[in-house]
C-alpha cells in the first residue's frame, strides 16, 4: 500500500521555530519579524541562517539582524534564480512615480494586499476554502507609461528581490518545453519568495483559438497550464501587457488586483520632467509648463529626453537649458516616426534654437 503526506507551507510560528532552530546559540534581534517577513521554507531558512551568521561576522557582530538576513536571502536568491531570470535592482518610493489618483489606489491596494497575504487567510469566511497567500496582478497599459518602474516600486517598498521573464523568450516549438520552462521558473520564484515580473504577457495570455490543427491545439495546453499554475501559485506575481483587451478573459478573472497605466496628462507630464531633470537646471518653469503640455510624450519617452538633454548640456559645458530640452525632444519624436509640435523653434543659426524663438513658439 502507498501512503501519501500533504505537507501545508510554514505558517510564521512554524518558521520562527525554524529559525530559532538553524540559528541555535546564535541571538537574532526581531527574529519573530524575520520569521513573518521572509516566507521560505525550511530547507531555505536553515541555509539563509548559515549565511546569515556568516553575514553578522563580517561586520564584527554576534547578533543576527533583519538586514543580515535580507542579504543572505538575496545571495540565495542569486545562485538558485539568477540562471532562470533576469533580476531587476529595486529602488525608489512611490512619490518617484507619477501616475493618475486612480492607479495610485490600486497600486497601494496591491500593496496592502502583499503585506498582508498570509494574514488575510486567516481571516476570511468559510467560502474561501480554497484560497492561498498567492498574489496575481496585471499591469496593462502602453510602453513607457510605468508598469516596470512601479512593479520595482513595490518591491523595493516590501524589501523583496524581483525577478523579471520575458514569456515570449519561454516559448519553445518543441511540445511540453514550453510547460517545463515555465514549471522551472515559478516553482523557483515561489519557493524563493521573490516577485515575479511575467513580461509581455501576451504572447501566453491570449485568447485561446478555435481548434484547427495540432498548432492551436498545443497553444491552448500552454495557456491552460499556465492559468493553472498561477491560480495555484503561493507567491507575488505581475503579469504584464501592452494590450489588456487581447488576454484572456479566464486570466483577468483570476487577477487580485488590474492596475491599468495611461499616458500621462499635461500636468502629470511636468512633474515627471521635473523628477528627471537636474538640479540647477535653466529651463524655466512656465516654459517646462508649456512643452509638458504641447508634447504628449510618455514616462519613458520624456526620461529618455531628458538623458539626452543632460548629455547634450555636459557637451556643452552648461546647465541643461531651453535648447538642449528642445533638440533632446525633438531626437524623441523622430525616433517615434512623428513630428514634433515644436518643430518651428528650431531656427538654426549654427548652434541650435535660440531661447527668445523657444519662447514665442510656446507662447504665441
Known amino acids: 500500500q502507498a501512503l501519501t503526506l500533504s505537507l501545508p507551507l510554514s505558517d510564521a510560528a512554524l518558521r520562527l521555530r525554524q529559525w530559532q532552530r538553524a540559528l541555535g546559540d546564535t541571538p537574532a534581534e526581531r527574529l519573530e519579524e524575520i520569521a513573518a517577513r521572509f516566507l521560505l521554507p525550511g530547507g531555505y531558512v536553515r541555509q539563509s541562517a548559515v549565511m546569515a551568521v556568516a553575514q553578522a561576522a563580517l561586520d564584527g557582530r554576534q547578533v543576527v539582524r533583519p538586514p543580515d538576513v535580507r542579504a543572505a536571502t538575496r545571495a540565495l536568491n542569486r545562485q538558485l534564480l539568477d540562471n532562470l531570470a533576469d533580476r531587476i535592482e529595486t529602488n525608489g518610493r512611490w512619490g518617484d512615480l507619477v501616475v493618475n489618483e486612480h492607479t495610485g489606489r490600486r497600486l497601494r491596494e496591491l500593496e496592502r494586499r502583499c503585506l498582508f497575504r498570509e494574514q488575510l487567510l486567516e481571516h476570511l469566511g468559510p467560502a474561501f476554502g480554497g484560497a492561498n497567500r498567492g498574489v496575481r496582478a496585471l499591469f496593462?497599459?502602453?510602453?513607457?507609461?510605468?508598469?516596470?518602474?512601479?512593479?520595482?516600486?513595490?518591491?523595493?517598498?516590501?524589501?523583496?528581490?524581483?525577478?523579471?521573464?520575458?514569456?515570449?523568450?519561454?516559448?519553445?516549438?518543441?511540445?511540453?518545453?514550453?510547460?517545463?520552462?515555465?514549471?522551472?521558473?515559478?516553482?523557483?520564484?515561489?519557493?524563493?519568495?521573490?516577485?515575479?515580473?511575467?513580461?509581455?504577457?501576451?504572447?501566453?495570455?491570449?485568447?485561446?483559438?478555435?481548434?484547427?490543427s495540432s498548432n492551436d491545439r498545443y497553444a491552448n495546453l500552454e495557456t491552460n497550464y499556465l492559468l493553472q499554475r498561477l491560480e495555484h501559485y503561493q507567491g507575488i506575481v505581475i503579469v504584464t501587457s501592452n494590450a489588456a483587451q487581447n488576454i484572456d478573459n479566464a486570466f483577468q478573472r483570476r487577477m487580485d488586483v488590474v492596475v491599468n497605466f495611461t499616458p500621462p496628462l499635461a500636468d502629470e507630464r511636468q512633474a515627471i520632467w521635473q523628477l528627471h531633470l537636474p538640479a540647477g537646471h535653466a529651463v524655466a518653469g512656465d516654459d517646462l509648463g508649456h512643452v509638458s503640455a504641447r508634447c504628449a510624450l510618455t514616462g519613458g519617452q520624456i526620461r529618455n529626453a531628458a538623458l539626452s538633454a543632460t548629455l547634450l548640456a555636459l557637451g556643452d559645458g552648461a546647465p541643461v537649458g531651453d535648447r538642449h530640452l528642445i533638440e533632446a525632444v525633438q531626437a524623441e519624436y523622430r525616433k517615434a516616426g512623428a513630428a514634433c509640435p515644436l518643430e518651428d523653434t528650431m531656427r538654426t543659426n549654427g548652434t541650435g534654437a535660440t531661447f527668445d524663438a523657444f519662447r514665442r513658439h510656446l507662447r504665441g
Open 140 to 212: 496593462s497599459g502602453g510602453s513607457g507609461t510605468g508598469k516596470t518602474l512601479a512593479a520595482r516600486i513595490l518591491a523595493a517598498e516590501l524589501g523583496m528581490d524581483l525577478y523579471r521573464v520575458d514569456l515570449a523568450s519561454v516559448i519553445n516549438k518543441y511540445i511540453g518545453e514550453t510547460e517545463k520552462n515555465l514549471h522551472r521558473v515559478l516553482s523557483r520564484a515561489e519557493e524563493l519568495d521573490v516577485i515575479l515580473l511575467l513580461d509581455e504577457g501576451d504572447s501566453l495570455l491570449g485568447n485561446r483559438t478555435e481548434v484547427k
